[in-house]
């Protein structure tokens, strides 16, 4: 049976201090990165990630959907929240698939657990992240015999790397 992970795109980048970091000059950075951080978590777990946007105060907005690399990226059309996509979603995909949505909004964690999906909040997600980056990076390293880490970059965990990239961009 087909997994999917419904991310609510917004709500993950105001969650994680790592991703809120970058809105903070851009929030096209911030959804570059998440998408980034979920491509390589989807490898791993081999799972259908969908990220959902808000974009219902954009005027004269459609809904846009197009894919990058295994993830599905979906804007929600003008007066239509990224939740009442999620929700949609969800509708559409719960008979047939184990769907799974990431959020912390306590609203729509309920509306969707009603619908028949599973919820994992921002928090959760992130530490499966960190988990998942460190399994990716120990299996890499064990899978090069003679592998010798170069730079400080490959000799620490994810985590740490998170946190010397959020200070750096405080200045």
Do not use: C
């Amino acid at each position: 049976m087909q997994e999917y992970l419904i991310v609510d795109g917004y709500n993950i980048i105001n969650a994680w201090s790592s991703l809120s970091a970058f809105k903070e000059k851009s929030y096209e950075h911030a959804r570059e990165k998440l998408i980034e951080l979920l491509s390589s978590y989807q490898g791993y777990k081999g799972i259908k990630i969908i990220i959902v946007f808000d974009a219902h105060l954009v005027k004269g907005g459609l809904e846009k959907r197009y894919s990058e690399g295994p993830l599905e990226i979906i804007y929600s059309r003008e007066g239509e929240t990224a939740d009442a996509v999620i929700e949609r979603l969800v509708y559409q995909l719960a008979d047939n698939a184990v769907v799974t949505v990431a959020t912390s909004d306590w609203e729509e964690q309920r509306i969707i657990l009603g619908k028949g999906a599973y919820r994992i909040s921002a928090r959760e997600l992130w530490n499966d992240l960190v988990l998942v980056q460190e399994k990716i990076r120990v299996s890499y390293s064990k899978s090069e015999l003679n592998y010798q880490p170069n730079s400080v970059g490959e000799r620490i965990s994810f985590k740490q790397r998170e946190i010397m990239e959020e200070l750096r961009r405080r200045k």
